[in-house]
């Protein structure tokens, strides 16, 4: 492993590893977690009625997702024209 020159000791002439305490059961720690379909929340489709589940796309707006695709969106029924 290569050695480096840091911060306050790099005056002093010292050679310090750049991570000290980068062991590898301190790597496993840091790692963020996979998480499985089964896991992420679902809803049901206002147009076709099957469950779908949350995707990276709906992150900011999930409270407002009511259909599965776009072609359920196109399908909704149309709001009746007011009477004149």
Same mark, same amino acid.
């Given at each position: 492993? $290569?050695?480096?020159?840091? *911060?306050?000791?790099?005056?002093?002439?010292?050679?310090?590893?750049?991570?000290?305490?980068?062991?590898?059961?301190?790597?496993?720690?840091?790692?963020?977690?996979?998480?499985?379909?089964? #896991?992420?929340?679902? %809803?049901?489709?206002? *147009?076709?009625?099957?469950?779908?589940?949350?995707?990276?796309?709906?992150?900011? #707006?999930?409270?407002?997702?009511?259909?599965?695709? #776009?072609?359920? %969106?196109?399908?909704? $029924?149309?709001?009746? $024209?007011?009477?004149?």
């Amino acid at each position: 492993m $290569a050695m480096f020159l840091f *911060g306050s000791d790099a005056g002093s002439g010292m050679f310090v590893a750049p991570f000290p305490d980068a062991t590898p059961k301190a790597q496993e720690v840091a790692m963020p977690r996979m998480v499985r379909k089964g #896991d992420l929340p679902t %809803r049901i489709c206002a *147009g076709c009625g099957r469950p779908f589940a949350w995707r990276r796309k709906w992150a900011k #707006d999930w409270n407002q997702v009511r259909y599965c695709s #776009d072609k359920c %969106r196109a399908a909704k $029924a149309p709001k009746a $024209a007011p009477d004149q």
